[in-house]
């Protein structure tokens, strides 16, 4: 069964909004290789509604390396109760929030590659309250903000197992947990 990852960057103080401001400067080529890796390993991304948007605006006109090109080829599908049909960005695919559970329980039981999730929040919450998400990967960053997106919320309560780490040169670590069904 196809695992889903949810992979997040987040500040020390635990922000997680704007990471272009922020991040960009702590990339290093071991923290690089890591993501190219790990989006390798996938063949799909799940994204929440907002989280989707912003990406199709982008990542259209990005290309001409191995992640980006990647990114661009598999399949996307954005979470929503009030998008009716995919931004122009190819391989893309809307899951109506209504049948979430249902859609992304079939996703998992395909054939493929992991599904990668960008960025924590309602959605993740809801995929970790079915039992549906199996791993959260937090990119913690060597910078505090002091304010913003908090990278967890009340409704995301729950209990986790630490399974890895791994340090980058450029001080990131990443902390690689699996959620604890009761």
């Given at each position: 069964m196809r695992k889903i990852i949810a992979s997040t960057y987040a500040t020390l103080d635990g922000f997680i909004d704007n990471p272009h401001l922020w991040s960009m400067q702590h990339n290093s080529e071991d923290a690089m290789a890591y993501a190219l890796n790990l989006t390798l390993g996938c063949d799909a991304l799940?994204?929440?509604?907002?989280?989707?948007?912003?990406?199709?605006?982008?990542?259209p006109a990005m290309g001409g390396n191995l992640y980006a090109d990647h990114v661009n080829s598999i399949a996307k599908y954005a979470v929503s109760s009030t998008l009716e049909k995919p931004a122009a960005w190819d391989n893309s695919h809307i899951i109506p929030g209504d049948k979430l559970v249902e859609a992304v329980t079939a996703l998992k039981s395909e054939d493929g590659k992991d599904i990668l999730i960008w960025g924590n929040g309602?959605?993740?919450?809801?995929?970790?309250?079915?039992?549906?998400?199996?791993?959260?990967?937090?990119?913690?960053?060597?910078?505090?903000?002091?304010?913003?997106?908090?990278?967890?919320?009340?409704?995301?309560?729950?209990?986790?197992?630490?399974?890895?780490?791994?340090?980058?040169?450029?001080?990131?670590?990443?902390?690689?947990?699996?959620?604890?069904?009761?």
């Open positions: 799940l994204l929440g509604r907002v989280t989707y948007e912003g990406m199709a605006q982008a990542w309602r959605l993740t919450d809801d995929l970790a309250k079915h039992g549906l998400l199996d791993e959260y990967k937090v990119w913690i960053y060597p910078v505090i903000k002091g304010g913003g997106e908090a990278l967890f919320r009340p409704e995301s309560a729950s209990t986790v197992e630490l399974v890895d780490s791994t340090t980058f040169t450029s001080g990131v670590v990443v902390l690689t947990y699996r959620p604890t069904h009761p």
